[in-house]
C-alpha cells in the first residue's frame, strides 16, 4: 500500500487559499486518495477522494496530476473553523481495500 | 440520519484491567471498523467487520484485543488486560459498503472513546 508523506504543519490566514500536498510516489493502479479532516475530540470527517485530474465539491478541490504520485488538497477561503490536521490516504487493495492514515498536516488559520 | 455512536466517551482505568467499547454504526451500514489512534498519530486500522464477519484483523493484538459484532449491527471492543501503551482514543466508523466497493464507500466516524490507562 503506498506511503503518503504531508507536511507536518502549515499556517494560514483567514480568507486566503490553503493548498496541502500529499505524495504517494507508489501509488498503485487501482489505488484512490482520500482527504479526511479532524478536529480535536471529534472523529475524522471525510472531505473528498479522486482517481485522477480534478475534483470539486462544496468544501475543498482536489488536484491529481497525471502520474498520481502526488495530489493537492484546496481549501478556498479558509476561516478560523478551518484549523484542524488534515490527512492524505491513498486507498488500496492488498487483500481487499485499506487504508493507512499518515500523521497528517496540522493547518492552524490565524486571524 | 443518526451518526456513529460511541460509549462510554472516557475511561479511566488501571494497568491490567479489563475495558470494553460500544460501537453503534449508521443504520444500514454493512462495514464497520475499530481504530486506535494515539495522541499526535494518525489512526490505525484494528479490525475491520463486513456484517457480523472480521474482513482484516491483521493489526489487532489478538493477545489481548477482541471485537465482535453481533447480528451484523452494533459492535464491542474489549481489551484485557490493558497496558499502558493502550492509552489511545479508540474510533469506531462505517460504511455503507466495503472500501473500493464505489462512491458510497466513504467512511464515517463516531466521536471516539478517550482510554487513560494508568
Known amino acids: 500500500l503506498a506511503k503518503t508523506t504531508q507536511p507536518i504543519s502549515m499556517d494560514s490566514y483567514e480568507g486566503q487559499e490553503v493548498n496541502i500536498t500529499c505524495s504517494h510516489n507508489n501509488i498503485a493502479t487501482n489505488d484512490y486518495i482520500t482527504w479526511y479532516q479532524q478536529f480535536p475530540s471529534q472523529g475524522p470527517r471525510f472531505i473528498i477522494q479522486?482517481?485522477?485530474t480534478k475534483v470539486t465539491n462544496e468544501v475543498a478541490s482536489l488536484f491529481i496530476p497525471a502520474d498520481r504520485k502526488s495530489s493537492t488538497l484546496s481549501l478556498p477561503r479558509v476561516s478560523l473553523s478551518d484549523t484542524a490536521v488534515y490527512y492524505c490516504l491513498v486507498v488500496g487493495n492488498t487483500g481487499g481495500f485499506k487504508t493507512i492514515f499518515g500523521a497528517g498536516t496540522r493547518l492552524f488559520v490565524k486571524a | 440520519e443518526a451518526g456513529v455512536a460511541q460509549s462510554p466517551r472516557y475511561k479511566i482505568i488501571e494497568k491490567r484491567q479489563s475495558v470494553a467499547f460500544w460501537c453503534n454504526p449508521i443504520?444500514?451500514?454493512?462495514?464497520l471498523y475499530w481504530y486506535q489512534q494515539i495522541l499526535g498519530q494518525g489512526p490505525k486500522l484494528l479490525i475491520q467487520?463486513?456484517?457480523?464477519?472480521?474482513?482484516?484483523d491483521s493489526q489487532l493484538p489478538k493477545d489481548r484485543f477482541s471485537a465482535e459484532r453481533l447480528k451484523g449491527v452494533d459492535s464491542t471492543l474489549k481489551i484485557q488486560p490493558a497496558k499502558l501503551e493502550d492509552s489511545a482514543v479508540y474510533l469506531c466508523?462505517?460504511?455503507?459498503?466495503?472500501?473500493?466497493?464505489?462512491?458510497?464507500?466513504?467512511?464515517?466516524f463516531g466521536p471516539g472513546t478517550r482510554l487513560t490507562v494508568l
Open positions: 466508523a462505517s460504511s455503507l459498503v466495503p472500501l473500493g466497493a464505489g462512491g458510497t464507500d466513504t467512511q464515517y
Open positions: 467487520f463486513q456484517n457480523n464477519g472480521v474482513v482484516d
Open positions: 443504520s444500514g451500514h454493512a462495514t
Open positions: 479522486g482517481y485522477k
